[in-house]
């Protein structure tokens, strides 16, 4: 895949991390059917590039991740009903089958469709300016999709009150870190610098390890307790041999964990 060729993403690949920055700031980073295709072509080369071993999100303008949708442009969906799928799943990185470690970077707003990013990623920082919320039934559309992805990885009452309450509140960055939706605040200064950082560290763990971890980690969600456990027997009995012969460095001393 040629990566200098997308039009509303730049996508850089360097030292394992794949960064891929949002550049629509004119349009808040919404998202159009354009981004959707070049999202979708890049987990398939993120997927199968072994030299991929992490991926960061973030976004380029000063006020937004993203907005979701163009509402101006709007998004393809088929005349036959039964043909119809959910526009997101080109933007979600598990749903195409990726399974290498994602860590969005949000700063200003993230709203609507920009949850599609957040509720696969796997690490979520924030700076102290970001503010989660959905808009959908403030304009009389149903919020279904972003929000059902969004109560599988944080407290519902919270998914209800972002959905119910629409576009009179937003949820700031310190509450989502008491939810759990974030795990770090940081300055907007430096929200970039820290998710290079994360991404580092990871990167430079054996990749069979974390993308097994990640995956059985995440499909456990499909399943009940006993038949998650029992599943999970599988990916350690196939990935440990993989992941222990790809250990080629020493161990790097490890860090205190600090919310910031």
Not at 164 to 185: T, Y
């Amino acid at each position: 895949m040629d990566l200098s060729g997308l039009t509303t993403v730049i996508a850089e690949l360097k030292d394992h991390v794949l960064t891929i920055t949002l550049d629509r700031p004119d349009k808040l980073n919404s998202f159009t059917d354009t981004m959707r295709a070049e999202f979708a072509a890049l987990w398939v080369y993120a997927r199968e590039e072994d030299d991929v071993h992490v991926m960061v999100l973030r976004a380029n303008g000063e006020r937004a991740f993203s907005t979701g949708v163009d509402v101006k442009e709007g998004t393809f969906l088929s005349d036959n009903v039964f043909s119809r799928r959910d526009p997101g799943v080109d933007l979600s990185p598990k749903h195409n089958g990726c399974w290498k470690p994602l860590i969005c970077a949000v700063h200003g707003m993230a709203a609507g469709g920009a949850l599609y990013w957040l509720n696969e990623a796997d690490i979520i920082i924030a700076s102290e300016d970001a503010q989660f919320f959905d808009p959908h039934v403030s304009y009389g559309m149903v919020a279904a999709l972003e929000p059902i992805g969004l109560a599988h990885r944080i407290p519902i009452g919270e998914v209800l009150r972002m959905v119910l309450l629409g576009l009179d509140e937003r949820m700031s960055a310190k509450r989502a870190l008491e939810i759990g939706f974030v795990s770090e605040i940081v300055t907007r200064d430096g929200l970039w610098d820290r998710a290079q950082e994360l991404a580092e560290r990871i990167a430079a763990k054996p990749p069979a390890a974390i993308q097994g971890s990640i995956r059985a980690i995440w499909e456990s969600k499909d399943h009940g307790r006993s038949a998650a456990l029992a599943t999970g027997m599988y990916y350690t009995d196939l990935g440990n041999p993989i992941g222990k012969a790809q250990v080629v460095r020493s161990e790097v001393p490890t860090r205190k964990y600090e919310v910031r």
